[in-house]
């Protein structure tokens, strides 16, 4: 069943693929599901966070070297990856904060930014589609409006009367949001790496981050992906400019992971497919579509309008 299943991710920047909800993604292609990236810009206005690439050469050619980055994150979790083809709008700081350059992703009315995105998925046919919920995972505004694209996408995709010069209709099944970074997962973490008499890079942050339980309760599908963390930290190592091997995100040894939090966690954001709740597969509820038969036609039927899915 698993080659007739088709997953899309909804990223901002080159890197986000990687850093989000990478080891599901590499279980997933591992399992013969069929995987895309849509990514909304290039990352051109995204700072050098490995020290070791913070050179004028690279900043010279920050567009391009993050392609690249792109390509080689790509074949690593063997996934297919399309550029939407806005411009990165950049993080903002200070106070007050500047105004976002003219022309940014961010800046754009969400029905001209989401064509694109609604082409590419009548094209994909996605049944399964992930993005970041409306904080952007965290308040980045390429973030935030790439929420506000996908979540677009998602609704517009399956309707005749929408962008009808864009494709087929096509109707994805489920919607998710990534939660990888949430209290209990760090809380976790850290408190195996103190047992083992480690240091923890999660201390200082711990320190003044007050647990939510209502947004903890937000997360209900947890995919199991121990397996497949180490492909997840050679994919994020190929994003050079963004992610520094000896860095934050490699602090805590990967057995430490593997143990403590053996799953990437998400929260079903819209589904039209019945499914019970807790899940820990993106596509539960999907599958049972098939009718326990491999029927891809029942599947394909679901997701095109005057069904079920539409």
């Given at each position: 069943?698993e080659?007739?299943?088709?997953?899309m991710?909804?990223?901002a920047?080159?890197?986000?693929?990687?850093?989000?909800?990478?080891?599901?993604?590499?279980?997933?292609?591992?399992?013969?599901?069929?995987?895309?990236?849509?990514?909304?810009t290039?990352?051109?206005?995204?700072?050098i966070?490995?020290?070791?690439?913070?050179?004028?050469?690279?900043?010279?050619?920050?567009?391009?070297?993050?392609?690249?980055?792109?390509d080689a994150?790509r074949?690593?979790?063997?996934?297919?990856?399309?550029?939407?083809?806005?411009?990165?709008?950049?993080?903002?700081?200070?106070d007050?904060?500047?105004?976002?350059?003219e022309?940014?992703?961010?800046?754009?009315?969400v029905?001209?930014?989401a064509e694109?995105?609604?082409?590419?998925?009548?094209?994909?046919?996605?049944?399964?589609?992930?993005?970041?919920?409306?904080?952007g995972?965290?308040?980045?505004?390429?973030?935030?409006?790439?929420?506000?694209?996908?979540?677009?996408?998602?609704?517009?995709?399956?309707?005749?009367?929408?962008?009808?010069?864009?494709g087929?209709?096509?109707?994805?099944?489920?919607?998710?949001y990534?939660?990888?970074?949430?209290y209990?997962?760090?809380?976790?973490?850290?408190?195996?790496?103190?047992?083992?008499?480690?240091?923890?890079p999660?201390?200082?942050?711990?320190?003044d981050?007050?647990?939510?339980?209502?947004?903890?309760?937000?997360?209900?599908t947890?995919?199991?992906?121990?397996?497949?963390?180490?492909?997840?930290d050679?994919?994020?190592?190929?994003?050079?400019?963004?992610?520094?091997?000896?860095?934050?995100?490699?602090?805590?040894?990967?057995?430490v992971?593997?143990?403590?939090?053996?799953?990437?966690?998400?929260?079903l954001?819209?589904?039209?497919?019945?499914?019970?709740?807790?899940?820990?597969?993106l596509?539960?509820?999907?599958?049972?579509?098939?009718?326990?038969?491999?029927?891809?036609?029942?599947?394909?039927?679901?997701?095109?309008?005057?069904?079920?899915?539409?």
């Amino acid at each position: 069943m698993e080659a007739m299943l088709r997953l899309m991710h909804v990223h901002a920047h080159p890197d986000d693929e990687s850093s989000k909800g990478a080891a599901s993604t590499a279980r997933y292609v591992a399992e013969g599901v069929d995987v895309h990236v849509a990514t909304c810009t290039g990352g051109e206005r995204g700072s050098i966070l490995n020290p070791n690439m913070d050179r004028p050469d690279v900043l010279a050619n920050i567009a391009e070297i993050r392609r690249q980055e792109m390509d080689a994150a790509r074949e690593i979790l063997g996934i297919k990856q399309d550029w939407l083809g806005w411009v990165d709008s950049g993080f903002p700081e200070g106070d007050p904060k500047p105004p976002l350059p003219e022309g940014c992703f961010a800046l754009m009315d969400v029905e001209e930014a989401a064509e694109p995105l609604v082409r590419l998925v009548r094209e994909f046919k996605p049944h399964v589609m992930t993005t970041y919920d409306e904080n952007g995972g965290y308040p980045h505004p390429d973030h935030i409006m790439c929420h506000k694209v996908a979540v677009h996408a998602f609704e517009a995709a399956g309707d005749p009367d929408r962008y009808p010069d864009s494709g087929e209709p096509w109707q994805p099944l489920k919607l998710y949001y990534h939660h990888s970074f949430h209290y209990a997962r760090f809380k976790a973490l850290n408190d195996e790496m103190l047992r083992r008499g480690l240091e923890s890079p999660y201390e200082e942050r711990l320190r003044d981050w007050k647990p939510d339980p209502v947004h903890a309760a937000r997360v209900t599908t947890r995919v199991e992906c121990a397996d497949w963390f180490a492909v997840r930290d050679r994919a994020l190592i190929a994003h050079a400019t963004q992610i520094d091997p000896e860095g934050f995100w490699f602090a805590v040894p990967l057995e430490v992971h593997q143990q403590v939090w053996p799953t990437e966690d998400y929260e079903l954001a819209r589904s039209l497919v019945e499914t019970d709740l807790p899940e820990d597969d993106l596509f539960a509820g999907v599958r049972e579509l098939a009718d326990g038969a491999g029927d891809p036609d029942h599947l394909e039927d679901a997701a095109r309008p005057g069904t079920m899915g539409a």
